[in-house]
Structure formats: structure tokens, C-alpha cells
């Protein structure tokens, strides 16, 4: 294996909607230069980066993966990442080290949600693009409604330079609009093609399409633009120099066809992303930060002080944990021994291994602008920087991302909670989408994730991976319980037993406080008429009895106690008589006091394709949700609402269902409101079977 320095090397990421054919195109690109010796099928579960179980079983690739191709003297980092909505945030953690993205769109069914995602990804981060139509052997595949779907969501400035030779079943080559030559493609998927002259039958495509890519280009630069119209045209060379600084500076995106399957336009596509793509360190500087904060700049060269950025984690209980990272600054080798500034240790660095899918290779050095892996860093995550120890930078981390669906999560077997809680962890070093945590109020454990899928898939690795077999459920619902109205009750504690006898007696007001305000305690005893050491006692007491409210057991919340009277023993009182008549106290003056159950109220915001708009909103209000505005941006509709958590919890099933996997949501808590009457009854009366059947269970 060579090694290659910056300017030779490409960073692309692969973007795209679900199924547009990502993993087929990196697998007819490593076949194609010689990196792998069979056309790997993602249908075959034998494409090279999707390797994993769960990637072979679904076919669909689940987490962003690296493979590596060379051609003409240069070598271009592949990152494969998913398409599909819970994991689309690894395209962006891909986009985060790729110096541009190639943006895969479906011949058939054209610029989708997830186009549109990752496409504002590449925007955040000023990503130089190429749009690649693929899946053209397709039956009702179409240049023309393709490029219309693409031009009227991503922008004018996507502007082919080729155009396909045959569509469907006869999709056999492309043309090249700057070259104005043919290539022309063998059927048998063995990706060879002879360059030639424009068949007669494209010719006047042809044309037409170069006249509009020599306007497009010229249009963007004043001085081509002279020239355009001086002359009418452009010179060859002009095009190229025109074509690939406007293409650098993100004004114009140029439009490719493939067939990944047929193995059809996969040799110009290499040829673009060396000749209109950034290399590696063309971006000359990056910024970081030093141990104070300060903002540093670092070049982008062998020659300064080494800093790499961290931007994947795989672990698995046989290799361990891979680190995957970027070299931004110096040249890696194995004496290295890395400073990682942003937990502030050092690591050890084993062989530095380039990954081609799971295939691992190993070389002696990388250099800045490289992309590589190291095995068994100790304490080094997705999201750090590693660096030469006397010249620290950090680099901007990763967001952990916010969950978007729980289950409750029990162990088949009794005692293996341990167990799960450390293989969780384990997947959570890898995937920064998963949560593990325990609802203090229903005490459940609880996995969460980007969707439904997601989960599921953790649930299958625990199995197969660290052997812990679990059970999910739908979470339960934390209600909380609070009054309406106003209290004012005596609660009296007395016994008399044989010798010594308990005696507490207290007298409170109870009345309502504002949402959110939990829980308040007045003492306004004057004069004695119950000792000061007995009064914390009594609120003691009325904290312990509001865990579990007289509605339906949930704890009693935005209420306030004002503890205004009350009578004592001089032998029989105690503390733990006082606490037993707070608590008397709280129940009656509870009933008393029009008690009522509250529910979670979420913010909830669903993307989908606009043709699904109606239905959307009609599902939201089914669910008692309340919308509260709409937005239309591009083909894709947002609609944000309140909605209660008790109708969200087979959301994410039901959307799947409704919009054919193209719709996505979040959700995050609002507040706390009213359960309306009918329903609290349903649900106290639920709660009560519920505790009923714990007790049995306990006896
Ligand atoms: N006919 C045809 N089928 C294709 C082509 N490219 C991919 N496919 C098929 O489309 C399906 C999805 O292909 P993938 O390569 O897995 O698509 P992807 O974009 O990687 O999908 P995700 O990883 O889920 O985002 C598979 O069944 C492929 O065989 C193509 O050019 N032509
Ligand atoms: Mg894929």
C-alpha cells in the first residue's frame, strides 16, 4: 500500500436518501479501481461497507464506514454513510471530517427528505458537492424529471456535466460535456467502456446541455463572463479552471449518472472527484482551540505539530475499540504518542491502520489530510483531538444527539441489569444517539434512541454481541397528581398502647401553586402549640405521603402547606408521631381538595413529504395534539405541536407506516397539563390494576 500526502489524497462523503444506492456506488468504486476483486451486492449482504450483522440483515447500512480507492496516483477516502432517518446524523459526523460531499439522488424517485437533510449538512459545513444521479437502469428512471426534482429543491446551480447515453433497461454510458465524448459501457457489469465520439442520437442533447453548463459557468465569473461574450463560447481550458474554482467555492454543483448495480459511469465520476474536488489539505488552515479557549490556527502540513480529530468509535467485544480520525496537522506514526487535549491524557498508539470496510490495512505513516484508525485507545471517544502535547488544540466536539423515542428495557433473566447497563454502555461509545437511564418516578430503565429501528437494533447487538437477552415495553406515562381547590384539615395521630402511648396532632391549610412550582411548606405556629423540634416532622411526613398521590399513587405536585395549628403530649409526643399525623393530614386534605392528574405534554415536531401534510395533521389532532404551525420547506412539510406523551408512544411505528419510512419526528418535554376527566378515570383505574398486580406479585 502507498502512502500519499495531502495533495493527493480526496476526503468525499457519500449522502444521500435511504436505498439511493450509496454502498453499491462504494462498492462499484473499489471494483472498479482494483481495491476489491468482486462487485460486492448489498442484496448479497457481501457489499464492503455494509458489513455489519445488523447491516447485512437489514440492508441498510446503519453506521458511517471508511474505504479507500486509488486512482490516478491519488487515493480518495470513501465515507459510506447511512440514509435512512434514525441514523442520519452519522452522515453528518461523516460530513464533519469530508473536505466535500458527493450527494447521492435516486433516478427514479428524484430529491427525497433525507436528500434534503444531508444537503443542509453539507451546507453547515461550506461543503464543495457533486450530485450524482444513480440507479438510471431503473425502470421509469428519467434525466429530465430527476434533474427537475433536483434543480427545484437543492437549486439552479445544479447543472449537469453529462448527460446519460440511454435511460432504463438501455442506460449505457454518459456523455462528457467538457470533453464532449462518449463513454460507452460493456452490459456485463464488468465496468469496462470504450471513449469515443457522441452517438448521433444524443448529439443534440448533447449540445444543449453544454451550452448550458458553459452559461453556468460563465455566469458566476465576471471575467469568463467577457469572454462568453466576446467570443460567443469558452475555451476548453477556461471551462476546466472556470468549472473547478466555481465548484470549490460551492457555486456551482455538477450533476452525474451512474448505475451502481450495472456498473455503468462509475470511472468519470472518479475522474470529477479528482478533477473538481478539493484535495485534502487545499483548505490550507483549520481552527481549533488552545487549553485557555483561545481560537488557534494550524496548517494544513507534514510540517506543523500533529492533530487529528477523532470523528467515529467502533467497539466490539473481540478487537475492541477502533478509533477513527482525521489528521488535520503533522505526520502520524506508531512512536506517536498522542496527547488527547480534550480529556487531558496521553494514549498510546498501536499500528495505524487504514480500514476498506472491515478489511484492515496497515501502514507505516499517514499523513496530514489522511484518514486512518488506531485500535485500543484507553479513554479516547468519538469527538476528541489528539495531539502533540506541546503544541495542545482541541477541535470542536460532537453533539451528543437527542433521543427521540424510549422503551423500557427488562433483562429476560432476573439479575442481568448489571450486565445490560455495561454492554449499553459499551454500544453508547460508538453511537452517540442511544441513552440508557432510569425514570426516577416510575423507576424503570429505560433505552433511548432516533426511532423505533434503532433500538431495535441495540436490543439484537446485546444479544448477539455481549449475550444479554432483554425484553422492551412501552415506557409508562410519569402522571403527576395535583388540587384544584382549597383544604383545611386536622390530622391526629393518637395511640394508646400498654405503657408508653403516640400522640401528634397538626392542623394544616392546603391550596394549589402555579405549574411547575412543586412544592411549598409554611410554618405559621406561634406561640408553642406544637413544639419546634417537631414541626420538620410534620412536613417530613407530608413529603414522604405526596410520592405516592390518593389519585392513582403518582407523586402530588404545585401544592403549598401551611402548618397554622396543632396540639402536643409531653410524654407520648415523637417525631415519629408528628410524621404519622402530617401524613394523615395530607391524605384527608388531598381528597379534600378536588385532586386531579396531570400528564406530560410534549413538543413535537414531524417532518414529512408534503403530499402527506393532510394526513399528518389529521393523525396529530387524533392524538389530542394541538398544532401550532406548519412551515413548507422544499418538498418537505414541518408541522410543530403539543401533543400529550400517553398518545406518542406508538409514534414512531405509526409514522413509519404512514409515509413509507419518509417521515421523521423529535420530541421533547413542555410541561405538565390537566388530563382531561374521561380520560383520568381510564387511567387511574389502569394504575390501580397495575399496583394491584405488583402486590400480588411481591405476596
Ligand atoms: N437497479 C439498480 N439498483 C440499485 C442501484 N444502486 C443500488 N441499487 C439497489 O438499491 C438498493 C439499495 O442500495 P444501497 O446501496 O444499499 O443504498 P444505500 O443508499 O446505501 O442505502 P442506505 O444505506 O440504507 O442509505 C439495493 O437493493 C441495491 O441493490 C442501481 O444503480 N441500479
Ligand atoms: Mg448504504
Redesign the pocket.
Known amino acids: 500500500m502507498n502512502v500519499y500526502e495531502g495533495k493527493n489524497i480526496r476526503n468525499v462523503g457519500i449522502v ?10 462504494v ?1 462499484a468504486i473499489l471494483f472498479d479501481t482494483g481495491a476489491t476483486n468482486r462487485l460486492g ?3 448479497d449482504g457481501n ?1 464492503p461497507t ?1 458489513y455489519d450483522d445488523e ?1 447485512i440483515e437489514r ?3 446503519i453506521s458511517a464506514k471508511l474505504a479507500f480507492c486509488e486512482w490516478n496516483k491519488n487515493k480518495i477516502n470513501l465515507l ?5 432517518g434514525n441514523f442520519i446524523q452519522e452522515a453528518r459526523g461523516a460530513l464533519r471530517v469530508a473536505d466535500a460531499a458527493i450527494v ?1 439522488v435516486d433516478a427514479v424517485s428524484g430529491v427525497m427528505v ?1 436528500t434534503e437533510k444531508t444537503w443542509a449538512y453539507a451546507e453547515e459545513f461550506q461543503l464543495p458537492r457533486l450530485v450524482v444521479v ?5 425502470d421509469t428512471a428519467s434525466f429530465e424529471r430527476s434533474l427537475e426534482s433536483i434543480q427545484q429543491t437543492l437549486g439552479r446551480m445544479c447543472v449537469p456535466i453529462q448527460i446519460p447515453l440511454g435511460e432504463e433497461r438501455g442506460f449505457k454510458g454518459v456523455v462528457d460535456l467538457i470533453q464532449m465524448k462518449a463513454y460507452t459501457y460493456q452490459p456485463d457489469a464488468s465496468g469496462k467502456f470504450s471513449e469515443g465520439a457522441i452517438p448521433a442520437e444524443a448529439g443534440s442533447r448533447a449540445q444543449e446541455y453544454r451550452e448550458k453548463l458553459v452559461e453556468a459557468v460563465a455566469e458566476s465569473d465576471e471575467k469568463l463572463m467577457e469572454k462568453f461574450f466576446d467570443s460567443g463560447s469558452l475555451s476548453d481550458e477556461d471551462m476546466v479552471t472556470g468549472l473547478k474554482k466555481q465548484v470549490m467555492e460551492g457555486k456551482i454543483y455538477p450533476v452525474l449518472y ?5 456498473n455503468v459511469g462509475i470511472q468519470p465520476l472518479l475522474n470529477a472527484i479528482l478533477n473538481l474536488l478539493p484535495d485534502a489539505v487545499a483548505h490550507g488552515t483549520v481552527t481549533g482551540k488552545d487549553l485557555q479557549g483561545k481560537e488557534v490556527q494550524r496548517k494544513l502540513s507534514d510540517a506543523e505539530p500533529f492533530s487529528a480529530f477523532v470523528f467515529k468509535t467502533f467497539s466490539d467485544p473481540f478487537t475492541g475499540r477502533i478509533s477513527l480520525f482525521r489528521v488535520y496537522s503533522g505526520t502520524v506514526t506508531t512512536e506517536l504518542q498522542p496527547y488527547n487535549a480534550t480529556k487531558g491524557i496521553t494514549e498510546r498508539f498501536g499500528s495505524i491502520v487504514l480500514l476498506q470496510g472491515k478489511t484492515q490495512v496497515t501502514v507505516p505513516r499517514v499523513h496530514a489530510g489522511d484518514i486512518a484508525s488506531v485500535a485500543k485507545l484507553k479513554e479516547t471517544q468519538t469527538g476528541d483531538t489528539l495531539c502533540d502535547k506541546a503544541h495542545p488544540i482541541v477541535y470542536e466536539g460532537v453533539k451528543w444527539i437527542e433521543p427521540v423515542i424510549s422503551f423500557a428495557i427488562e433483562p429476560k433473566s432476573r439479575g442481568d441489569e448489571e450486565k445490560i447497563s455495561t454492554a449499553i454502555h459499551r454500544l453508547m461509545d460508538e453511537d452517540l444517539g442511544l441513552r440508557y437511564s432510569r425514570e426516577p418516578q416510575t423507576k424503570e430503565f429505560l433505552i433511548s434512541g432516533q426511532g423505533q429501528m434503532h433500538v431495535e437494533i441495540a436490543v439484537a447487538r446485546l444479544k448477539k454481541r455481549y449475550g444479554v437477552e432483554v425484553l422492551l415495553h412501552p415506557p409508562k406515562v410519569p402522571y403527576r397528581e395535583t388540587i384544584k381547590g382549597k383544604a383545611d384539615v386536622q390530622g391526629k395521630h393518637k395511640k394508646q398502647s400498654g405503657g408508653h402511648g403516640q400522640y401528634g396532632d397538626c392542623k394544616i391549610r392546603m391550596e394549589p401553586l402555579p405549574r411547575g412550582s412543586d412544592f411549598e411548606f409554611v410554618n405559621e405556629i406561634f406561640g408553642g402549640a406544637i413544639p419546634r423540634n417537631y414541626i420538620p416532622a410534620v412536613e417530613k411526613g407530608i413529603l414522604e405521603a405526596r410520592q405516592k398521590g390518593v389519585l392513582a399513587g403518582f407523586p402530588t405536585v404545585d401544592f403549598r402547606v401551611i402548618l397554622y395549628d396543632g396540639s402536643y403530649h409531653d410524654v407520648d409526643s415523637s417525631e415519629m408521631a408528628f410524621k404519622i399525623a402530617g401524613s394523615l393530614a395530607f391524605k384527608k386534605a388531598i381528597k379534600e381538595a378536588k385532586p386531579i392528574l396531570l400528564e406530560p405534554i410534549m413538543n413535537v415536531e414531524v417532518q414529512g413529504p408534503e403530499e402527506f401534510a393532510g394526513d399528518l395533521m389529521g393523525d396529530l389532532n387524533s392524538r389530542r395534539g394541538r398544532v401550532q404551525g406548519m412551515e413548507v420547506r422544499g418538498h418537505t412539510t414541518v408541522i410543530k405541536a403539543q401533543v400529550p406523551l400517553a398518545e406518542m408512544l406508538s409514534y414512531a411505528s405509526d409514522l413509519t407506516s404512514k409515509t413509507g419510512a419518509r417521515g421523521s419526528y423529535t420530541m421533547e418535554f413542555s410541561h405538565y397539563d390537566e388530563v382531561p376527566g374521561n380520560l383520568s378515570e381510564k387511567v387511574i383505574a389502569n394504575a390501580k390494576a397495575g399496583r394491584a398486580g405488583e402486590e400480588e406479585e411481591e405476596e
Do not use: Y
Open positions: 444521500g436518501h435511504g436505498g439511493s444506492g450509496k454502498t453499491s456506488l462498492s451486492r448489498v442484496d457489499a455494509d447491516e440492508r441498510i447500512t459510506d454513510t447511512p440514509g435512512f447521492v433525507q444513480n440507479r438510471m437502469d431503473r451512474t448505475s451502481a448495480i450495472t
